[in-house]
Nanobody
């Protein structure tokens, strides 16, 4: 089972950009589809974006389409999430996840990172 570690979160002002990183270890990174999720206080974890193993296909949740970009560097076992035009409502803990089939049913996913906090001030 792959281990995941997210970094790159922080406190930013509305309108700023951030790039989150998630480094994987303990598995063959390129066979995994990778996804990003977030969980705001008092809310359920939600899907944001996913990318296939070769980095040739991406999927985004409608609410964030156009503001987020997912990418990966298989040589560095890393997946990224670039977030632009951040809003206070983007405040959440951001998680990456790995799945060999690219099926993003939250309850079925077993490979999660510990999360990185993103706080957007108004």
């Amino acid at each position: 089972q792959v281990q995941l570690v997210e970094t790159g979160g922080g406190l930013v002002q509305a309108g700023a950009s951030l790039r989150l990183s998630c480094v994987a270890s303990g598995g063959t990174f390129s066979i995994y589809h990778m996804g990003w999720f977030r969980q705001a206080p008092g809310k359920e974890r939600e899907f944001l974006a996913a990318i296939n193993g070769r980095g040739t296909g991406t999927t985004y949740a409608d609410p964030v389409q156009g503001r987020l970009t997912i990418s990966r560097d298989n040589a560095k076992n890393t997946v990224f999430l670039k977030m632009n035009s951040l809003k206070p409502e983007d405040t959440a803990v951001y998680y990456c996840a790995a799945d060999p089939r690219g099926r993003w049913v939250i309850g079925d996913l077993t490979s999660w990172g510990q999360g990185t906090q993103v706080t957007v001030s108004s």
